[in-house]
């Protein structure tokens, strides 16, 4: 929260408030690198709202500047009924419904908020044999790392089995990929989106040929057609690529807008973003500058960008502008250059600004009014 050395010392209530425009501004951040635009505000709101409360009341949660991957895991796993992430290499899988967090599905749902045992059933048989896939082909080029830990736990986590079913999946040690189970035969998309995941998580940071002999192990087992796998791999590397440039855009960017916060809130902003955007193999490329403190510069690189990238990119950016919870005249001061790093887009800032404003003050006022 922006400061003024001669303004009278601020109550507990607004402090609160602060806060949870700090936790706000790391949600926003977060649905929209997940792809789902400024239309899944709302519903990741609705679904954080215990978070919010706490915040509130003073007690303290985890966040995206202070503990990230345990922030990551939950969010995701909020995320995972309204917009699955983009990043997350089995996400397809969750949009197919393999997924315990929206409840009950079809007529059950007028009656009850349960899933049934059906639903639970094929989210432990599926999820798990997406767990065991992705493990295998993370460990074929070495162990697995934290960061490919992390997403094992964020995909177990967004199936929302309780602890006690996903436990024993997320500690089970690499299961080889000609061992895996299928237990079953599965649809047609779930299949093309286990292999499609397994591509993706090879892809993130090139696709090692023992990664590929895995997935394609996969793929037979699935019993998938050479062509189909070859669209698959295809389409997987595309949307890693495709990642790239809006990623510099959105860390540029937000780096520039706080170009004066660089020793403090800047910094970390900057690299847990690009950590959210950015696949492994080109995430050097914006924290490079970061830590060798290259002053962010416009230069109209990612113009070719379209529209809509660029508006997840300003969004980004006025979120994490808004993260300090600026006055009134910091914030005319963040507004210009927004405003320039959307020029150089080539893009409208405005719309921009509005989109995650409007969710702020419709989150921010109820919470506000007991307090009155």
């Known amino acids: 929260m922006t400061m003024d050395a001669y303004a009278p010392a601020v109550d507990e209530k607004t402090m609160g408030l602060s806060r949870l425009v700090s936790v706000l501004a790391e949600d926003a951040i977060f649905a929209l690198a997940a792809g789902g635009g400024p239309q899944s505000l709302e519903l990741l709101a609705k679904r954080r709202g215990e978070a919010y409360s706490a915040v509130l009341a003073g007690h303290r949660i985890q966040t995206m500047t202070t503990e990230f991957d345990p922030w990551l895991v939950s969010l995701t796993r909020a995320m995972a009924p309204v917009c699955p992430p983009v990043s ?177 809130s800047a910094q970390i902003l900057a690299l847990k973003t690009a950590e959210l955007l950015l696949p492994r193999r080109y995430r050097d490329e914006a924290t490079g500058p970061i830590a060798h ?35 009134q005249s910091r914030r005319a001061l963040l507004r210009a250059r927004h405003d320039k790093v959307a020029q150089d887009l080539g893009d409208d800032g405005g719309r921009a600004r509005h989109a995650i404003e409007a969710w702020l003050s419709d989150v921010l006022a109820p919470a506000a009014f007991p307090m009155a």
């Open 293 to 327: 403190k290259v002053p962010a510069t416009l230069g109209r690189r990612y113009t070719q960008l379209p529209s809509d990238e660029k508006q997840l990119a300003l969004g980004v950016i006025w979120a994490a502008a808004l993260w300090e919870d600026p006055t």
């Open 88 to 264: 997350l290499p089995m996400a397809d899988i969750l949009r197919e419904g393999v997924t315990l967090e929206a409840g009950a599905r079809g007529l059950r749902a007028l009656f009850s908020s349960k899933p049934s045992e059906k639903d639970v059933m094929r989210v432990k048989r599926v999820g798990t044999l997406a767990a065991r896939a992705l493990r295998a082909v993370m460990a074929a080029d070495g162990t697995t790392d934290p960061e490919e830990a992390r997403t094992i736990a964020a995909f177990l986590g967004s199936l929302g089995l309780p602890e006690g079913e996903t436990n024993p999946i997320y500690t089970e040690g690499v299961v080889p990929v000609a061992q895996i189970e299928l237990y079953g035969e599965l649809e047609k998309d779930i299949a093309e989106g286990l292999v499609r995941g397994a591509w993706l998580a090879a892809a993130l940071d090139e696709i090692d040929p023992r990664e590929e002999t895995v997935v394609r192990t996969l793929a037979g087992k699935l019993a998938l057609k050479v062509e189909v796998v070859e669209a698959l791999r295809n389409d997987a590397i595309a949307r890693v690529d495709a990642r790239r440039l809006v990623g510099l855009a959105a860390t540029d960017g937000l780096r520039y807008v706080l170009s004066d916060r660089v020793a403090q």
